[in-house]
């Protein structure tokens, strides 16, 4: 079975610039959360998907956003970029239903100059 | 506040010898704990996961410990490998609420 895939793997962008970035589940999980890594506040949890529908939200500015299909493909996207917005971007899923381990893609790293 | 904590940065062990991570949270609402590993630039390889019901999992050299009454859970490596050095995070969520609440890792270095 083919793991979680995100794309690019690599991005950089300016400040003000928006971007998208997508997630590929691994086939039959309905679920796609998202993650933010930097160095100062580790792993911080974005939003959660489920059946194209935001079922949980972190706590992070309206800026960031997202959105799923009904392939259960998810992206995800910033507008008005800050600096602080570089960090590698991570997307994991699961099925979705009950507790259930959370894979991981393996991000995409996000630099804003 | 932080509400899964990971109070060791780094690890140093031999190899061969047992490593032993630590993990302690707050919240006495989570039931699901899981320990991912994680290299620089690439997303966390979960490992092992434990729920609330029990208080130990084994999985090849991997074991997780829970222990729900002072809120502490530890993984220990036995034997450790060269291999095994990486980040380790703890990780923990409530219910099947898809938001995982990770501690900040431990830098974990076995020495040959």
């Known amino acids: 079975k083919a793991g979680v895939t995100q794309t690019p793997r690599y991005l950089i962008k300016t400040r003000g610039q928006q971007v998208t970035l997508s997630c590929s589940p691994i086939?039959?999980?309905?679920?796609v959360s998202w993650y933010q890594q930097t160095p100062g506040q580790g792993l911080q949890f974005l939003f959660e998907y489920f059946s194209e529908t935001q079922r949980n939200k972190g706590n992070f500015p309206g800026r960031f956003s997202g959105r799923q299909f009904s392939n259960s493909r998810s992206e995800m996207n910033v507008s008005t970029l800050e600096l602080g917005d570089s960090a590698l971007y991570l997307c994991?899923?699961?099925?979705?239903?009950?507790?259930?381990?959370?894979?991981f893609g393996p991000g995409t790293r996000l630099t804003v100059l | 506040d932080q509400q899964v904590k990971q109070n060791s940065p780094s690890l140093s062990v031999q190899e061969g010898r047992i490593s032993i991570l630590n993990c302690d949270y707050t919240n006495s609402m989570f039931d699901y704990f899981l320990w991912y590993k994680k290299y620089p630039a690439e997303g966390p390889t979960f490992l092992i996961s434990?729920?609330?019901?029990?208080d130990k999992n084994e999985d090849g050299r991997f074991t997780v410990f829970l222990n729900k009454s002072a809120k502490h859970l530890s993984l220990h490596i036995v034997p450790s490998q060269p291999g095994d050095s990486a980040v380790y995070f703890c990780a923990a969520s409530e219910g099947s609420q898809g938001n995982l609440i990770f501690g900040k890792g431990t830098k974990l270095s076995v020495k040959p």
């Open positions: 434990i729920s609330s019901i029990k």
């Open positions: 994991a899923s699961t099925s979705g239903q009950g507790t259930d381990t959370q894979y």
């Open positions: 086939s039959g999980h309905r679920s």
